[in-house]
């Protein structure tokens, strides 16, 4: 069974920074892109970055300059570095990712089971 388990998350006051972590485990055969997306109650879950296998980035309009994405494929760990926060990037954090079960299969598509973000002081 494939789990994403995202980790780091909590209060941190305006302006400060958080790094989450997102560790991906089970029966896997490659991990291809992976992202972290957040949700805020009533409203659409929204992509804030995203990683290729090949380590290209591409981040929300709202969060670039602030936030940078990485990933340590030896780990099967994907992390988002989350500097000069802002009350409105307060919302559930989710971990994405899209990944091959058996050699030859089709892309499979899983989520971490989300973390709270708040920046509030």
């Known amino acids: 069974q494939v789990q994403l388990v995202e980790s780091g998350g909590g209060l941190v006051q305006p302006g400060g920074s958080l790094r989450l972590s997102c560790v991906v485990s089970?029966?896997?055969?490659?991990?291809?892109?992976m992202g972290w997306y957040r949700q805020v109650s009533g409203k659409e879950r929204e992509l804030v970055a995203g990683?290729?296998?090949?380590?290209?980035?591409n981040y929300a309009d709202s969060v670039k300059g602030r936030f940078t994405i990485s990933r340590d494929n030896a780990k099967n760990t994907v992390y988002l570095q989350m500097n000069s926060l802002k009350p409105e990037d307060t919302a559930v954090y989710y971990c994405?990712?899209?990944?091959?079960?058996?050699?030859?299969?089709?892309?499979?598509?899983?989520w971490g089971q989300g973390t709270q973000i708040t920046v509030s002081s």
């Open positions: 990683i290729t296998s090949g380590g290209g980035t």
């Open positions: 089970g029966s896997i055969f490659r991990i291809s892109d």
């Open positions: 994405n990712a899209d990944l091959l079960r058996w050699p030859g299969s089709t892309r499979s598509n899983y």
